[in-house]
């Protein structure tokens, strides 16, 4: 085995060291993990800025303004949050899945669906408009909830009962949810022909910090709302799942050896139902928290693909929950501060380029590369 | 307006998807997934139309299409069969990283006007045959015509060559391959740009043929989802994704026409009563291909045909296993 795996980077016989690649037998300590993805991290921004380079951008001063207007001071690092709390909910999304090894790339259409489910509360309406705030809140959580976790129930049943690829079938129930999302902000719900609803009542608004200003001034707009409590209660309820509980055993059974969970009599099916209804619901909180704690209203761009950039950060965390937290908060100044830079796809790219160094980083955690002293031959 | 002419535009239309799945289906026969499909027509779509712009001649914007997306391709290549990691993982890092490019490079090119397009045309005598004539030979843009030739070409390649037997075999047992001395992993990279390619030639084909023009991710809208759903639809063979192919565009065209559904179907497009339940049409494309994938895994079930054997699998020298 360690034989194959060395190579020679250069001619035989010339340079006194030769390269060499081993498989490691033991997985190399959680700070060398960080240090790499860090390392891979820096090494995708110097990539990018390349790229920007080449499209006629200014790298230098498009990554300085993203740091100014994302961490500049205490406003703008709330309106970061912001930005930050929907991938949480996403991000702990994706980490459920992912754990067990199944790919929901549909976070995005379940974020969709809550954010219609909360909607449908007020809209349909099912509550009146003078509820009490509290009611309104938990009404519109659970009924989000419950929309995501019915989406993300129908790709789980079909990998389950009729053996669907999830990674297509919940690709395909991203566009379909746009689709849904549309008609009803065209027609249904319009207001005035206008592609969007009518604003919701003050009762149905998340609170804000900026509520509290009255009484701590210090908080005069900031816009960071109490959807931030839902995402580290979901993170905290994600980490007992997944490594206080039996089924989160199960599940990361599953994910590291199905074969050997099927043999253990784990039920895999019945798992993959859950486990893609619990991805499902914690997309749909994070559609939920969105529209009642940001946009108040439902209309077509209410995400700039946080289902999607859940996927790497999901990666990037390592599946950890709470790891999720931080990098989100990374990944939101990204996206608040990539809305102002030309030209717009840059975050994408950036994205793009982090996730390929970290998979590509992830060789050497499993490989040990060293120079050994060529010996005579 | 008549059915015809629906069916004509669906065959265009299909065109696209038709190529990203006969790509995608010679990198999946080597035994890797590549899920940046998507990407990769974007990129293709993106490149071609600003080349063909710049150089005042489609072929030439073809021509850098295919190359931007077998060049993309081949970070997939290197970390899925060099470095071994997770090809699902990849793929889609893959599908982030061409999208991203093709944003920031493609901005502003939907301001461009006058960009050279491929040329249409009419196959003498064929187009003669009254309905079929009208379908398939008239009034094509030329990449059609190359779609007709590629099917079979693919298929026989793949069945009835050497080379296509080592494909196979690659995809199917690595490690009696390269028992053999036949380079899995220069394989891999090899059909891994093939597949980017055609991809890429898929995306070509949508902004210099089917609908002109770069619109960001509108572009490829899905397309390349689509595609990679289809090959599971084919069973890895080109003959059923020519199949899937056109059912697929000539649904994508349906959706746009007002009067197709009455024409198809029986009844009247109900974008006809309220404009807004266009919406659900918009639906179908998507929601067919999660019905068509249902039907291919029972039909796999139920012939016992499978992916190939290594799908998905890093080939590690010296390792158990395939």
């Not at chain 1, 009542?201 to 701590?216: S, V």
């Not at chain 2, 990198?27 to 993106?46: D, P, Q, Y």
């Not at chain 2, 974008?271 to 994938?293: D, Q």
């Amino acid at each position: 085995m360690s034989e194959s795996m060395t190579s020679n980077i250069s001619p035989k016989g010339r340079f006194p060291f030769k390269l060499k690649i081993e498989p490691r037998l033991k997985s190399p300590s959680g700070w060398f993990s960080s240090m790499l993805s860090f390392l891979a991290v820096v090494l995708a921004l110097l990539v990018g800025a390349g790229i920007i380079a080449a499209a006629g951008g200014e790298p230098w001063r498009a990554y300085a303004h993203i740091a100014r207007s994302s961490f500049g001071s205490v406003g703008v690092f709330s309106d970061t949050m912001v930005k930050a709390i929907p991938l949480m909910l996403t991000g702990l999304a994706c980490t459920v899945a992912f754990r067990m090894r199944l790919w929901n790339i549909g976070a995005e259409g379940q974020f969709f669906l809550g954010a219609w489910g909360a909607s449908l509360v007020v809209l349909a309406p099912i509550l009146p408009e003078e509820t009490p705030q509290w009611i309104f809140i938990i009404v519109m959580s659970i009924v989000g909830i419950a929309m995501g976790a019915i989406y993300g129930f129908i790709p789980g049943f079909l990998k389950a009962k009729l053996n669907v690829n999830e990674i297509i079938s919940t690709l395909m129930l991203n566009y379909i949810a746009v689709e849904w999302n549309n008609y009803f902000i065209y027609d249904k719900w319009s207001e005035g022909g206008f592609q969007m609803s009518k604003v919701f009542p003050r009762n149905a608004w998340l609170p804000r910090l900026a509520d509290y200003a009255k009484e701590i001034p210090e908080f005069r707009g900031l816009t960071v709302h109490f959807g931030l409590v839902f995402a580290i209660i979901a993170a905290v309820v994600v980490w007992l799942i997944l490594y206080k509980s039996q089924w989160g055993y199960e599940i990361r059974l599953i994910g590291d050896n199905p074969k050997a969970a099927e043999y253990a009599g784990i039920p895999i099916a019945r798992n993959i139902i859950l486990v893609m209804s619990l991805s499902g619901a914690l997309a749909g909180l994070a559609g939920m928290s969105e529209i009642t704690g940001v946009v108040h209203r439902l209309q077509g761009h209410i995400s700039p693909g946080y289902g999607f950039t859940a996927i790497i950060i999901a990666w990037l965390a390592k599946l950890n929950p709470f790891a999720v937290l931080l990098v989100s908060v990374l990944f939101g100044a990204l996206i608040l501060a990539g809305r102002e830079i030309q030209p717009s796809g840059v975050p994408t790219m950036i994205q793009g380029v982090i996730m390929v160094f970290l998979i590509a980083s992830d060789f050497f955690m499993r490989y040990r590369i060293y120079f050994a002293r060529r010996k005579e031959e | 307006m008549n059915l015809a002419i629906i069916l004509q535009a669906g065959v265009a239309t299909g065109t696209a998807l038709l190529f990203a799945t006969l790509g995608e289906i010679l990198t999946e026969r080597s035994g890797i997934l590549n899920l940046g499909v998507e990407g990769m027509m974007l990129l293709g779509a993106m490149t071609s139309y600003a080349m063909s712009n710049k150089f005042g001649n489609p072929w030439i914007g073809i021509l850098f299409g295919m190359l931007a997306a077998g060049l993309v391709s081949q970070v997939h290549a290197f970390i899925t069969v060099t470095l071994q990691a997770d090809q699902v993982v990849s793929g889609l890092s893959l599908n982030f990283l061409a999208t991203g490019i093709s944003l920031v490079l493609g901005e502003g090119l939907n301001s461009l006007v006058g960009v050279p397009l491929i040329p249409k045309f009419d196959i003498p005598l064929l187009s003669q045959i009254p309905f079929i004539g009208d379908v398939f030979f008239a009034g094509h843009s030329a990449l059609v015509y190359v779609g007709y030739l590629m099917v079979p070409l693919a298929w026989y390649f793949i069945n009835r060559t050497r080379p296509g037997m080592h494909l196979r075999a690659v995809g199917e047992y690595p490690s009696a391959v390269d028992a053999q001395g036949i380079n899995v992993f220069g394989m891999r990279y090899f059909y891994i740009f093939v597949g980017g390619l055609l991809a890429g030639l898929g995306g070509a084909a949508i902004s210099l043929a089917i609908s002109p023009g770069f619109f960001a991710e509108k572009t490829t809208s899905g397309q390349g989802w689509i595609a990679v759903g289809l090959v599971i639809f084919a069973q890895w063979n080109p003959i059923r994704a020519a199949f899937g192919g056109y059912i697929f565009g000539a649904l994508r065209r349906l959706v746009l026409d007002i009067q197709g559904p009455m024409l198809l179907l029986g009844f009247a497009n109900p974008f006809y009563y309220n404009p807004y339940y266009g919406f659900f049409l918009k639906m179908l494309p998507y929601a067919f291909t999660v019905i068509v994938l249902i039907i291919g895994s029972r039909e796999a079930n139920r012939k016992r045909v499978g992916s190939p054997a290594a799908l998905g699998l890093p080939y590690i020298r010296g390792q158990r296993g395939l």
